[in-house]
Nanobody, 123 residues
Framework: QVQLVESGGASVQAGGSLKLSCAAS????????MRWYRQAPGKEREGVAS???????NYADSVKGRFTISKDNAKNTLYLQMDNLKPDDTAMYYC?????????????????WGRGTQVTVSS
């Protein structure tokens, strides 16, 4: 009964900023690893950013220095702050959650997924 609901997607101009949110329920938020993925039409799904139970973060090279992942355990909410957006950032963005040890051992097949929120960046 894990539920993940993304919000905050919008259409913005290149160079602009957005902050995505992922509201989580149905599990102990603080014990899960959380990730953001994105997928554009015709392209493979790409891991964007991750955060573990200790707050350690990782980013794809394509977004490093521009995006920041964070979480608020008290609010059961994951965030993705996106700055200096580029047209190549246009995609559906998905929140994903899973038991950290299982994800590390077995990969993204262990994750639960939200339905996504659309980000469109125009020139």
């Amino acid at each position: 009964q894990v539920q993940l609901v993304e919000s905050g997607g919008a259409s913005v101009q290149a160079g602009g900023s957005l902050k995505l949110s992922c509201a989580a329920s149905g599990f102990t938020f603080s014990t899960y690893c959380m990730r953001w993925y994105r997928q554009a039409p015709g392209k493979e799904r790409e891991g964007v950013a991750s955060i573990n139970t200790y707050g350690d973060t990782n980013y794809a090279d394509s977004v490093k220095g521009r995006f920041t992942i964070s979480k608020d355990n008290a609010k059961n909410t994951l965030y993705l702050q996106m700055d200096n957006l580029k047209p190549d950032d246009t995609a559906m963005y998905y929140c994903a959650a899973g038991v950290c040890e299982l994800f590390v051992a077995y990969g993204e097949g262990t994750l639960n997924w939200g339905r996504g929120t659309q980000v469109t960046v125009s020139s």
